[in-house]
């Protein structure tokens, strides 16, 4: 949320012109939390407005006996179906756009042209065609044919960015990120992504349709549900966004071992020779300058509050360059948390930042003595609220 905040038009410095609200949507199997606590009532607390739901589609609704069975352990086996709940962002027909933001990313600069294409379109947007890296015109479909796009969409529906720490090798095939997604709120669509997971078979080699679309973690969930759908039903209204940008993780590039040898890109697409014979050179999302990052994601740095910390590569050496960006995505949110303290706290109430733990990294926020030589979080102070926004993009 405080990330949203600082890039967004209620921050001025930012010079955004998207409000926000923050929407949670709460499972109402989930509602109490350890110690009794009630999730939405917290929640509520932080400026959430919060819908209580169940999950949109029962296993006794769903038409193809193996996704009946298998789907509800395809996420790793917690959540279940209620997973599915993300899909209700799209009945919110109230905002013009919908952002799905999971708790481990982080928005480092607006995302407004994101938002401005979506609402103009873009083939009215000069933005789109300065910007041309920021969008992948190549998809790589199940059927192992690779499609470039010819023109722009008339009008985009979904904006996303794929997922390739899922990549299993022996099939190249990942889904899209759910961890920033923003979406155009439609309770058609909402609708049709129901029928679709209802009636639609699913094999458990080939996936949805028998169209490939399998075999990679959460693929009969969200996420492999929404990649199905927008390649394969309703292909001309997406745009695909440059992991590097809009989701870095920081991850290592190329299906590696640990005795740092370096195989396969994990983007098929990049699995070309140059004419010397020799292979083109993988994106590698970790040199990419901070300053040109807009959403950073800790899905393989870790968490800020676990205090994360290792000078460990000596098993696997090509990890410097993911500690290396690591550090400067837990510096900035441990400055954000500072910053926002520091504005919206009196001095009695902010937290004390007196751990020794690598200040430089995590401004005073942890302690020595974590686990697996980690640091330990230390007690912040109280949490920090932000009033209800009703214009511009929602965030779930």
């Not at 799209?90 to 294409?117: F, G, R």
């Not at 796009?149 to 022996?170: C, F, G, K």
């Not at 199905?228 to 590039?253: A, F, Q, T, W």
């Amino acid at each position: 949320q405080a990330s949203i905040h600082e890039n967004s038009k209620r921050n001025p410095a930012s010079n955004s012109s998207y409000d926000y609200e923050m929407v949670g949507l709460v499972h109402v199997g989930v509602e109490s939390c350890a110690g009794g606590r009630n999730r939405s009532q917290i929640l509520e607390s932080l400026g959430y407005r919060v819908e209580t739901v169940r999950e949109p589609i029962h296993k006794q609704d769903i038409r193809d006996p193996f996704l009946q069975n298998a789907a509800p352990r395809n996420n790793g086996g917690r959540a279940g179906m209620r997973e599915m709940i993300r899909l209700f962002a799209y009945k919110m027909e109230e905002y013009s756009i919908a952002v799905l933001v999971d708790t481990t990313s982080m928005i480092l600069h607006p995302p407004d042209a994101l938002y401005d294409v979506m609402l103009n379109g873009p083939r009215n947007h000069s933005w789109i065609t300065q910007h041309e890296d920021h969008i992948v015109k190549d998809t790589f479909y199940a059927n192992g044919t690779i499609a470039t796009m010819s023109s722009w969409p008339e009008q985009v529906n979904i904006m996303y960015a794929r997922d390739y720490t899922t990549m299993n090798p022996s099939s190249w095939i990942t889904g899209i990120s759910l961890d920033f997604l923003p979406i155009r709120p439609s309770r058609k669509t909402f609708q049709d992504l129901i029928n679709t997971y209802q009636k639609t078979t699913y094999d458990p080699k080939w996936g949805w349709g028998h169209k490939g679309y399998a075999q990679y973690a959460g693929s009969m969930m969200t996420k492999g549900l929404l990649t199905y759908y927008y390649n394969e039903i309703v292909p001309d209204s997406k745009l695909e966004l440059h992991r590097c940008v809009y989701n870095n993780m920081g991850d290592i590039p190329y299906i590696a071992g640990t005795n740092g040898k370096k195989d396969n890109c994990r983007d098929v697409k990049e699995h070309k020779e140059g004419p010397d014979g020799k292979p083109f050179p993988c994106t590698d999302c970790r040199i990419r300058p901070i300053d040109e990052i807009v959403v950073a994601n800790f899905g393989v740095c870790n968490v800020p509050w676990t205090c994360p910390y290792t000078d460990d590569t000596s098993n696997v050496p090509l990890l410097a360059p993911t500690i290396k960006i690591c550090r400067q995505y837990l510096e900035n949110w441990f400055r954000l948390r500072q910053k926002l303290e520091e504005q919206h706290l009196p001095e009695d109430k902010r937290t004390r930042r007196m751990g020794s733990f690598h200040e430089e990294v995590f401004h005073g926020y942890c302690l020595p003595g974590g686990k697996d030589g980690n640091g330990a979080y230390d007690a912040m102070g109280e949490s920090i609220s932000f009033p209800h926004g009703r214009n511009g993009a929602a965030t779930d």
